[in-house]
Every structure is written in structure tokens, then in C-alpha cells.
């Protein structure tokens, strides 16, 4: 059941357009808020620039004064001391002059103005430095002389004028740049009032949506627990009559198999009080008497096996840890008569300990060793080889383990077309008369590996051998739960 169909989210196509054109919206918002912040980015570093700028040409007129200062006090009082300043100014000059020789000017007028300046600031360092040498060699009135000539009075105004202009075009620069910032700023503070009010319309449309699939899918769980609540009454119902009908039909069998063996025993004991007292008045009717003998025992036979083809799962005891091991040394001391008497040769590999009813394991090695040993012609031996492995879990499975068997034998195999056959009760290949049995020996297999959660499978070459592939889990909590999960039993590979 789809909770949040097409039909609630999109109740028409002009409802998926204006989400389109609504996501679009904001798409597109989102792109111009993205380019707005490059150029405030852009702008700001700009900004910073021509800050840096101003403030160099400020530092370097301010030094070039402070030059100037030091040098009218050594000229006027040839004091040494005054010097000190001097050559402090000089330095700070040259420094700020290898910054206006790296500085990446805003404005390619800048550029210009800036060489102008580094030349001015040269010439009058070089001027300086002149009259300074002519005072230190005591030339007092030519370095006076020098120092208020028309030349370096024009040096210091060219200097300050092109400060002024550097400056003047630097404030410009600024407040074109802050303008502009101011611009942008604008331009993303709508930008952003507009995402605001789109994405509190959008948030509302999806909340009406929401609501409207949210009480929908309320609607449709209510519908759907109460349909539950009507299948889980009637599956409970249906459990509790299908215990009574087990229950009945349990008690049907042991009452139906105690009252059809009452009869055929007092079949088998008139049978055999006649065969011992009236042989010779019989005469050829002494054959009529030792075939019902045998037909009453095959019908005794295969009641049992009903029997206990019925009561695999109903009165199976607890699993508990099993050695199969052990319990194949009981089925071959069983078998013991028969193995003489074929002369049979049984080679097993050692077989592990897993959690299995004992009473059903076996039941199951007898059936299997049993019929290895039969179905092989007269003219041979028996020669059956039991295979065993332990297959551990995969990486993260949940399952504990496996353990696999195979029963091989040399006998006279079957046609793989009857392989679905042979595990049906009363399917039998063969004659009666020459491979005695009532045909549910396989089907009882099949049912004690299903009762533990396995698998049997069976594959034959006709005239040479079949074999028979049965898989238990080594702990049976685990494989419940797996075919709990799964609904199947574990495969064979």
C-alpha cells in the first residue's frame, strides 16, 4: 500500500508547475546570491587595497617631512643630533618606496602618478643628502644657500601636490567602491527577503501537502489494522480448529491402528493354527493360507509406517545434543543380520554431534542404510560409502552451521524423471515381490529432515548407484530462525 501517492502530493499539473517554477525561483535566487557575495568579497579586497595605499602615500609623505625637519635643524645648528631623526626618516622613506614599487594599484591612472612620486621623493632625498654633506664640511652658507633655493622648495611642492592628487583619487576610489558595496549589500538584502517569503510559501504548501498525505496514511493504517485485527481473528480461529482437527485425527490414527491390527493378529493366529493343524486336509489350499500370512503381515508393516509417518511431528521429543556417531554403531548392530547375510560392506566417515531427536536420527540412518543395503541385485555386494562434511556460515549469516551426509550405494539406481516420486508415500519403482517394503520408508525421511529444518535430495545413475544428500542444521534455534525469515529450508549446493 502506497501511503504518499502521486494523487496526494500532486493533485494536478498546475500544482507540479508551481513547484517547478517555485524551485526554479529558488534556484535562481540562490545564484544571484552567490554572485552578489563574490563581488562584496571582490569589492572589500579592493577596498582593503586602496587603503593600504592611501595609507603608504600618507607614511611616505609623513616620513619625507620628518627628513626634511631633521635636516633644516642640523643645517641651522650643525647638532649631530638632529641627524639621528634624519636618517630614521630616510630609511622609513626607502621602505615606503619599495611598497609603492610592489603595490598593485586599483586604477591604471594610479600607476603613473605613483613613478612620479618614487622619482620626486628621489630627487629630493638626493638634494638633501647634498646639503647635508656641504653643512658636515662646514660650508654653512652654500648648504643654506642650497637648502632655500627655488629647487628645493619645488621638489617639496611637487611632492605634497602629487600626494594631494594620489590622495584626492584614492577617497574617489573609496567612495566608488563603498557605493557600490552599499549597492550590493541592497541587492542581497532583497535577495534574501525574497528566498525568506518563497521558502516560507513552499514550507506552507508542503505542510498542507504533508498534512493531507499524513491523514491519508492515518485513514489507510486504520483501514489496514482493521483488516488485520479480522485476519488475525480468523487465523486464530482457524489455529484452534486446526488443533482439533489434529488433535481428532491423532486419536483417529492410534484408535484406527489399534482396531485394523486387533483384526490382522487374529488373521495371522487362525492363519497359523490352520497351516499347523489341517496342512495335510488342505492340501494346495496350504498356499491360499501362507499368501494371506504374508499379506496380513505386509498390512501390519504398513500400518506401523503410517503410524509413524504420522506421528514425526506430533509426538517428536525435544531436540537435544546427539551423537551421530553413536547411533550409526546402533542402526549397524541393528542391521547386523542383514549385513552378514549380503555380505555388505559399510564405510562411514566420522559423523559429528547436533542438535536433533534421537528416537527420529534413528530412524532416519536405518531407512537410508537399510535401503543402500536392499535395492543392490543379488548378484552383487553391497558396498555403501557415507560421506560427511561440515559446511560453516557464511561471513554475517545468522545460521550456526551445517552438517551434510551423503549415502551412496552401488545398487540398481533409478531414473531421475521419478526423482519427485520416490519421496511420495506408497510411490514405489520396483516390484513387491522383488524389493519388499510398503514404498513410505523415503517419505518418512523426508518428513524427520523437514521436522529439523533440512533438506533431503536424492540423484542416481540407473543400474550402477543413487545417492541421497541430507543437510541438518548443528543447532536447530538458529535454523528455525532462518526459516522463520525465509519460509524455506537451506538449500543445497
Not at 652654500?142 to 628645493?152: H, M, P, R, S, W
Not at 542402526?331 to 560392506?345: F, H, K, M, S
Not at 554475517?396 to 551412496?408: C, H, P, R
Request: proline share 3%; charged share 25%; glycine share 4%.
Amino acid at each position: 500500500m502506497t501511503l504518499f501517492s502521486s494523487r496526494i502530493i500532486f493533485p494536478s499539473y498546475s500544482w507540479l508547475a508551481s513547484f517547478c517554477l517555485m524551485l526554479a525561483l529558488l534556484l535562481t535566487n540562490g545564484v544571484i546570491s552567490y554572485h552578489a557575495i563574490l563581488t562584496l568579497i571582490t569589492n572589500e579586497d579592493k577596498v582593503h587595497k586602496t587603503l593600504n595605499t592611501l595609507n603608504i602615500i600618507k607614511d611616505t609623505f609623513s616620513a619625507i617631512q620628518d627628513a626634511e625637519t631633521g635636516e633644516r635643524g642640523f643645517l641651522i645648528s650643525g647638532e649631530d643630533s638632529y641627524l639621528e631623526p634624519y636618517d630614521i626618516a630616510t630609511k622609513k622613506i626607502n621602505v615606503h618606496l619599495n611598497q609603492l614599487l610592489e603595490l598593485e594599484a586599483n586604477l591604471a591612472t594610479q600607476r603613473p602618478r605613483i613613478f612620479t612620486l618614487i622619482q620626486l621623493t628621489q630627487a629630493k632625498l638626493q638634494e638633501m643628502e647634498k646639503t647635508i654633506q656641504l653643512r658636515k664640511q662646514h660650508k654653512e652658507g652654500a648648504a643654506l644657500k642650497l637648502f632655500l633655493t627655488d629647487e628645493g622648495n619645488s621638489l617639496m611642492r611637487q611632492i605634497r601636490s602629487l600626494v594631494s592628487e594620489l590622495q584626492q583619487t584614492a577617497y574617489d576610489r573609496l567612495k566608488q567602491q563603498r557605493a557600490e558595496a552599499n549597492q550590493v549589500q541592497q541587492q542581497v538584502i532583497i535577495t534574501q527577503i525574497f528566498a525568506t517569503v518563497l521558502g516560507l510559501v513552499l514550507a506552507g504548501i508542503i505542510f498542507v501537502l504533508v498534512g493531507r498525505a499524513l491523514k491519508k496514511q492515518r485513514e489507510d493504517a486504520e483501514k489496514l489494522e482493521a483488516l488485520v485485527a479480522d485476519r488475525t481473528l480468523a487465523l486464530e480461529r482457524y489455529a484452534v480448529e486446526l488443533q482439533r482437527s489434529n488433535r481428532e485425527l491423532q486419536d483417529f490414527a492410534f484408535v484406527a491402528s489399534h482396531d485394523l491390527q486387533e483384526p490382522l493378529r487374529k488373521i495371522r493366529s487362525f492363519g497359523d493354527r490352520l497351516e499347523q493343524k489341517y496342512a495335510a486336509q488342505l492340501g494346495d489350499g496350504a498356499d491360499y493360507i501362507r499368501r494371506m500370512q504374508v499379506a496380513a503381515a505386509r498390512m501390519s508393516r504398513l500400518i506401523e509406517d503410517l503410524l509413524t509417518f504420522s506421528r514425526i511431528s506430533s509426538q517428536a521429543r525435544k531436540f537435544e545434543q546427539v551423537s551421530l556417531q553413536e547411533i550409526l554403531e546402533d542402526v549397524l548392530e541393528d542391521l547386523y543380520v542383514t549385513i552378514e547375510a549380503r555380505g555388505a560392506q559399510v564405510n562411514a566417515d566420522p559423523l559429528p554431534t547436533i542438535e536433533a531427536d534421537p528416537t527420529q536420527m534413528r530412524q532416519l540412518l536405518q531407512n537410508l542404510v537399510g535401503n543402500a543395503i536392499k535395492f543392490v541385485p543379488a548378484d552383487r555386494t553391497p558396498v555403501i560409502n557415507i560421506l560427511t562434511r561440515i559446511i560453516l556460515p557464511e561471513e554475517n549469516a545468522t545460521d550456526a552451521g551445517w552438517f551434510e551426509m551423503q549415502v551412496i550405494d552401488n545398487g540398481i539406481g533409478f531414473d531421475e524423471k521419478f526423482i519427485d516420486r520416490i519421496f511420495t508415500p506408497f510411490q514405489r519403482l520396483h516390484g513387491k515381490d522383488e524389493y519388499p517394503g510398503t514404498g513410505i520408508g523415503l517419505s518418512i525421511c523426508r518428513r524427520i529432515v523437514e521436522h529439523h529444518h533440512g533438506r533431503i535430495q536424492a540423484s542416481s545413475i540407473p543400474g550402477k548407484s543413487a545417492t541421497f544428500i541430507v543437510r541438518l542444521p548443528l543447532r536447530q534455534e538458529s535454523a528455525a530462525q532462518l526459516y522463520t525469515s525465509t519460509g524455506t529450508h537451506h538449500a543445497l549446493r
